[in-house]
């Protein structure tokens, strides 16, 4: 009797390899990429809301408030910030400018103007 057994040949698993190996190749990059731009999005939606509670307790206090970090998070309406993200506020007697980034972004730093506008990147 012929008998024979199945299963792939080395062929057959080389080629397999090598196109599993450069779809990683293209993926990778783009998943850091997209790894980037959340840790941007994040830096960039806390200094948003710092913002926001710098308008709110103007509008109580009339006056802005300096903070940075952990500080802008005691602001009223902030509830906490993102972990790792840097913020600044800088307050003056009709307005404020704040900056926010992330270490792990792209290197964009967000800046906030109040008497500008808001959000300039």
Avoid at 45 to 62: K, M, Q, T, W
């Amino acid at each position: 009797m012929n008998s024979r057994t199945s299963g792939f040949t080395l062929l057959e698993l080389m080629i397999t390899m090598t196109i599993v190996a450069i779809l990683s190749a293209i993926a990778v990059p783009q998943f850091n990429d997209y790894r980037a731009r959340g840790f941007d999005l994040r830096a960039m939606s806390d200094l948003r809301n710092v913002a926001i509670a710098e308008e709110v307790y103007f509008l109580d206090e009339e006056q802005y408030l300096s903070c940075s970090n952990e500080t802008c998070a005691n602001l009223p309406g902030v509830s906490s910030l993102s972990q790792g993200v840097n913020i600044e506020i800088l307050a003056g007697d009709t307005g404020f400018t704040g900056s926010a980034f992330h270490p792990k972004g792209t290197g964009k730093v967000f800046a906030w103007d109040s008497l500008q506008g808001g959000l300039n990147f």
